[in-house]
């Protein structure tokens, strides 16, 4: 039989039989719970929580009792069970039925963007903060301080407070042909490998140190390896997410960085905390109501606010992280005091990862300098590679600076609102660490001397072609909106490898490409598996010799679009490291050695052949058009057997046919 919940209204006797009727559920109801104990868990803040149980199975937790609960009989028989479930609340992420402005949520499996209904996932902010987690029974402990039931595989913030506790019945608990929608089966893990900083530093806290921290290598690669990080984030550049990011574990402060080979744990650094106090439930109690912030009544009989209902907003943002289920209310003169102290350190904290930022960039500029660094060229000669035996061997790839005088020749219209641009290859366009002239917008601000440029549509580092960057928000707002809107229409040009004898037009949703060595590679992806809508339009000009010369229109612009829909097609873009052979492992090798003659055996051209040729953004402004640069018409004049002025007829056709017929949004 279902457990029963108390009204408010009737806490003093158990109802009949009579008493449930719909009238106990009506709107405005309230339900008044008391927590049993309180969880606690190596997992001091809610970043780097696994997502569900079990997905990191050395995270061990317990949950100690609180009266009038701790007693042996509480738990006899408890320690036969295998597997327990715990009820629990959020405490972390309550809000008032009111603040609710939307039932939609966007789930991490969805990456963070798509959004379902907040009873269709298992979010946790939800109406009621009720959770529900299935984990492994270590074990009782009953003593003279209390009782203690030990868990291993949680997904449960320490501190939080718990409901109740049933064990797992395995023949009604587990149904075979469940499906999981969007979840079917479990995340995707990513490697994880530790610094030589970060491996001295495990050793030394496992060197005499609690069972917490020699265990606690296995606990950081189980909970890295789910990659913690937003789900909704940038990872567009192709150098991946270059971010560091920080997760606190027992009472040690991992940093960590995640690229395309993965997560990297930087250092592990002790980070003592608090002694959390001992669960005291005797007179804390949870209110889940309907409306309105919930009220209780504890064991003397008078009416409290419910301790973890939601708090004052006020109070919710100036109170102590942990202030007990019985804390009096800081003085004003107190909250003011520890808000301006919060801001203190969240400034020192931003001023240490400027410091790092900048001897990173001095260090890069530093390796530029010793390697020789063209001002503008694509390779160059490692620092290392001394011997001109060894500098043919090896060449390592860096970002390349341009000048100023080189960024002029790049400009194709400029006008008092708009630089337009025929942007070469081998140039990032977002902003990097080594400086203003390593990035397209970096330099854009240094030419035009203003202090912001905005860019309206962004290309590939490898893809060359126009680029739009707008001297004003107003300028730039109208240009995103025709794009967005699709009044806007792009056109390109690839050199496929492979025959592709007739006009295809490839609708075919995207997603993350889970088996490739390439975090940020793409894949075509069912929809009910997070992939996103994704069309382009591939018109061949000209085939001969294993090539084909296309003209392509994106209807979308999903990142990688085009290479992610030519590899699906079997004729992949020439020279791309990520989408052509090896599934990615080419883009790896490549950042990792350089440009290699094993890479150009493979690739025969050391970037990928895309050109971006038309960009017309209809009534926002005019129809941008950028020629073709030297090393893309050589390519495909050697290869298709053409002379130069049979590409330029193959191209005006194109060029002409270029009209407001679809929309991109950026490839």
Known sequence: MADRVHTDTDNAAEPDAGSWDDGAAAAGAEYTMRPIGVVRSPFKQKFGIPRQPHLAPSATATIELAPPFNTADAVKGLSDWSHVWVTFVFHKTIRDPADWKTHLVRPPRLGGRTRVGVFASRATYRPNPLGLSACKLEGVEVGAGGVSILLSGVDLLDGTPVLGIKPYLPYADHIDGALGSYAPVAPTLIPVTFSEVAAAQLASLADGGSREHRQLRQLITEVLQQDPRPPARDDSAEGGDEREYGVLLHDVNVKFTVGINGAIVTTVDHAPQTASPRATATTATTSIARSGRGRSRDDTGATTTAQTARPHKKQAKYSAENPGPNAPPLAPEDLIQQRLERKREKKRARLEVRERVAARQRQNREAQIKGDLRASGRDSTSAAATDAGEADKVRIFRYPLTTLAEFAEWIVHESDQMLVLNKPADVVCHPSKNGPLSSLVGAAREFTQLPKVHLVARLDRETSGVVLVAKDPITAASHQQAIEGRRAVKLYFALLVGQLSDAVTVDQPLGKDTTSPAWIKDIVVAEDAGGRAAVTEFRPLHCSGGYTLVAVT??????????????????????????????????????????????????????????????????????????????????????????????????????????????????
């Open 554 to 667: 994106p209807a979308t612009g999903r990142k990688h679009q085009i290479r992610a829909h030519a590899e699906w097609l079997g004729v992949p873009i020439l020279g791309d490291k990520m989408y052509g052979p090896g599934r990615g492992s080419m883009y790896v090798q490549f950042v990792e050695s350089g440009w290699t003659p094993a890479l150009e055996a493979t690739l025969e051209v050391n970037r990928h052949m895309l050109h971006c040729a038309v960009i017309d953004v209809g009534e926002a402004g005019a129809r941008y058009h950028a020629p073709p640069p030297s090393d893309f018409v050589e390519a495909c004049v050697s290869r298709l057997g053409l002379g130069q002025s049979d590409l330029e007829a193959l191209f005006e056709p194109e060029l002409a046919r270029a009209q407001l017929v679809g929309a991109v949004e950026g490839v």
